[in-house]
């Protein structure tokens, strides 16, 4: 047995109770929680390998990025603000300059990032995901990699729906990994056509993974199935049958009551990705609409080119705003909903709450501490208040996944963060120059 100990914290355990312990401890067994308590009954309970001091900081669970791209990292801050973005520059950028090397040094990228910002579970999906995979274990963060499937050529397959492919293989070699559930995602609604979406929640049911997907997230998506189906994309994919509760599906913008009792029925996951749809100037999603009516929510920051940030902690922030602003009504979304939705509810969201998303007896450890002695987190009255509107990405000091201190006192322990960062620096040239070519031609 390897125990460690967690003490001299205040613990958010996000559990059914939302029970906040003071002067508490955590103590971890191998990759999973053993028992929490005080620091008196704890800290000499048993032989510890590793003895924790959170130094009087809140002890939490790891925050959950639901929706991400993570190896978009390498184009952060190319093509903003122009129109129509995704078709008439990202495609052509991905088409142009994505391969395995890349996805691999931008995954690892993000995911330090991540990891500095407390965030201990990631959702992806894009091309080469096996990479996305790798980069993961290797840095030793939890994540569901979902494999893009799209209608037309990607840069990982010369034919079309040839991600189906490339997944069942990916399914097939990662399934059983500890840290790592492979996924299916079928790009969206309007690059995939219903044989294929069938075949594809088929494989999902066969091998027991999650389907990732954008759903309802663009104005002209919206149009189109209104023209051709007369119905919302939600409506349409419950026609077919493709909903069901191995979807995760992200942005979920456009949908009216109709479409949330739908989403309701059939168990399907919503991940809001708030800052990236505000800075696409989309309308805000309907969340706290969708939580009345008992839909599972988490959040997420999109891809780096999209939400620029891959921390969760701004996000918080984020949420309660725009959605205040949206509804006109500051007495919604309250700090504590936040950070459910940052832990606990985005676990639920993609049915991962059996094991993460709280600081309970039996589930993994995946824990951070965030410390409270520099002046922007100070005073503290409101535990949740402090970590919503308060706390930056820079105060999580460390960050423990699966039992494994992963990050402590700022530094990355499972990679080489300035090898990382040279390795992005080494491609920006080339992406540069395709970059330039295309703003050219989209504006």
Known sequence: MSYKCIYNGTIITMNENREIMESGAVVINGTEILEIGTTSELLNKYDYDEKIDAKNGIIMPGFINGHCHVSMSVFRSLGEDIPDRLTRYMFPLEDMLVDEI????????????????GVTTFVDMYYFEAEVARAAKELGMRAIAGETILEKIAPDTNVPYGGIEYATK????????????????????????????IE???????????????????????????????MTPVQYLDKIGFLCDKVIGAHLVYTNEEDMDILHKNDVGVIHNVAANAKSGRKVAPVPKMLEKK??????????????????????????????????????????????LGTIGGARAIKLDNIIGSIEAGKKADIIIIETNTPNIQPIYDYYSAITYAAYPHNVVMTMVNGKVVMKDRKLLTGDLDKIIADVKGMQKKIKEVALELERKAK
Do not use: R
């Open 102 to 117: 890349l996805v691999n040094i931008g995954a690892k990228l993000s995911i330090a990032e991540m990891l500095l910002g």
């Open 170 to 197: 990916f399914i097939e070699k990662w399934k059983d990994d500890e840290l790592i559930i492979p996924a299916f995602a079928p790009h969206a609604t309007y690059t995939n056509d219903e044989e294929h979406l």
């Open 200 to 230: 594809i929640k088929e494989l999902s049911q066969k091998y027991n993974v999650p389907i990732l997907m954008h759903i309802s997230e663009m104005t002209f998506e919206m149009e189109g199935f209104k023209e051709k189906y007369d």
């Open 295 to 340: 839909v599972k929510v988490g959040l997420g920051t999109d891809g780096p080119m999209s939400g620029n940030h891959q921390d969760i902690i701004n996000v918080l922030d984020q949420y309660t705003k725009i959605q205040k602003v949206a509804a006109n009504n500051n007495k919604i979304c309250p700090a504590i909903e936040a950070v459910e």
